[in-house]
């Protein structure tokens, strides 16, 4: 059961300031800093004390002298919702920090800001923030089959803006945790399950699935354990096991949210880490002037998309900017940079199935899968007709084009393919550019129009007369 289907992303912000410039100013930062930042401004503590009575928010900062308070005695006041016991709290100050480091701990302060640092510098802290202090929001997976329990508990998850989904046995957290790694639409961020079940598998069982069957790493999917027992062994053996982190019944709230944030902030780094190292392989594979794959990833991946199944039949070509130098020479490298920016982008929308790739300089190879004949020399025709109709800064661009249908040649490696597409291109730059030559085999490299007929088994006309070209 789905005790809630969604959680907003929007992270909504109170700025609490005496300074009408000062609350404009950090606002816009904050906004700027934050992802989906809404931020709602004040001027004194009575007035941040009723908003946040009203509704919650995900994150308060406070000047240290407020007209009608002290910024300290506010953050206590604060500390006194429910509804905002964990919510970060920073204070902004200019001359306070032995006080604040000698009774922020007291008061609940999160962080604080020196503000002599200027505004400049409260961008870079409130990023930094950011980062370090991701906000209490995932979605669990709560697994308990006492009603009274689950009762109790899933409030507390919900009013800290939590997502619970609430299931009773262990066998239907397996199933869901299983469909997540297979692929489903749940998404997971933390596991919460009582160690005593009814059914066959325990909590204990399901810890072991999670690790040993479905393989989550305690970073991957963090796993809270609620035991009512004070055995150290047990306590030892959910370690063991897995267990991120255990609470023992009966349940103090706030100890139980103290620990799911924790895990939840290992979850967040976690699928940041992830992110990161995601986009760093990407860019280690992008050619970062056009946009399309570099050699690197031709190299590391060529080969294993030419053997793919799923890609046959598969066409190799290679493609030149004819008298790109030219170009370089009288235009300069900044308009040479253009077009080869604008070529890239033409593969793309093209040929969106494709792989576009930069082999240096002004070549690039397409690898481009399931065209049957017909359709793969009519897409290389309007390819060559559209270049050669783009005419970027009136400078008149063609290109020439070498290609090989690969299916023909089943036993040979992208490797061979490519030189086998680089002939055909020589012959294309040695009859006369601005047109397209096909590889048959390693003695056969004839223009297409010749190539046509052979290929698709069409009458022997020109191809830009066949039908669909």
């Known amino acids: 059961m789905n005790h809630k289907e969604s959680h907003s992303i929007t992270n909504r912000i109170l700025m609490v300031d005496r300074s009408a410039v000062s609350r404009e100013l950090l606002a816009r930062m904050m906004r700027t800093g934050i992802k989906n930042a809404e931020v709602l401004t004040c001027k004194t503590g009575a007035e941040a004390l009723a908003l946040i009575h009203e509704s919650h928010f995900d994150l308060i900062a406070t000047a240290l002298m407020l007209p009608d308070m002290d910024g300290l005695d506010l953050c206590q006041q604060i500390r006194q919702f429910k509804s905002h016991r964990y919510t ?22 999160t962080d604080y800001f020196d503000k002599s640092q200027g505004y400049p510098a409260f961008s870079k802290f409130i990023s930094e923030f950011d980062q370090r202090n991701q906000w209490l929001v995932g979605h669990l997976l709560y697994v ?13 998850l919900e009013k800290n803006g939590l997502q619970v989904t609430h299931v009773t046995s262990a066998e239907e957290a397996y199933n869901l945790l299983n469909g997540m790694r297979q692929g489903s639409d749940n998404n997971f961020d933390l596991v919460v399950s009582d160690f005593y079940l009814e059914f066959d598998m325990t909590g204990g069982d399901l810890l072991h699935a999670i690790r040993a069957r479905m393989h989550y790493s305690r970073q991957e999917l963090p796993v809270l354990m609620i035991t009512g027992s004070d055995d150290t062994d047990t306590q030892v053996e959910l370690f063991h096991a897995g267990a991120n982190d255990f609470i023992a019944k009966p349940i103090v709230d706030e100890i139980m949210m103290a620990r799911i944030r924790s895990l939840l902030l290992i979850k967040h780094q976690y699928d940041t880490l992830q992110t990161q190292a995601k986009d760093m392989e990407k860019i280690s594979v992008t050619d970062t002037l056009t946009g399309v794959f570099n050699r690197r990833f031709l190299m590391d991946n060529g080969e ?5 199944a799923q890609n046959q039949p598969m066409w190799v070509t290679i493609i030149d900017i004819d008298h790109f130098k030219q170009i370089n020479d009288t235009q300069g490298h900044l308009i040479g940079d253009h077009v080869l920016v604008g070529l890239g982008k033409l593969f793309k929308n093209l040929f969106p199935e494709a792989t576009p790739i930069r082999f240096g300089g002004e070549e690039f190879v397409l690898l481009f899968p399931k065209y049957e004949p017909k359709e793969a020399l009519a897409r290389l025709e309007r390819l060559r007709a559209m270049v050669e109709g783009l005419n970027p800064f009136k400078i008149p661009i063609t290109i020439s084009i070498g290609a090989i249908d690969a299916s023909n040649h ?3 490696s992208l490797n061979e393919l490519i030189k086998l597409a680089d002939l055909a291109l020589y012959g294309a730059k040695e009859n006369g550019r601005n047109r397209i030559y096909i590889a048959l085999d390693d003695e056969h490299i004839i223009p297409i129009e010749e190539a046509a007929p052979l290929i698709i088994d069409a009458p022997q006309i020109p191809l830009r007369q066949i039908k669909g070209v």
């Open 144 to 156: 308990e089959d006492s009603k009274t329990a689950a009762a109790l508990t899933i409030p507390v």
């Open 88 to 109: 970060p709290v920073v204070v902004i100050s200019g001359d306070a920090d032995t006080r604040l480091l000698k009774e922020g701990y007291a008061a609940g302060v």
């Open 304 to 308: 294993e998309l030419r053997q793919d």
């Open 410 to 412: 089943p036993q040979k």
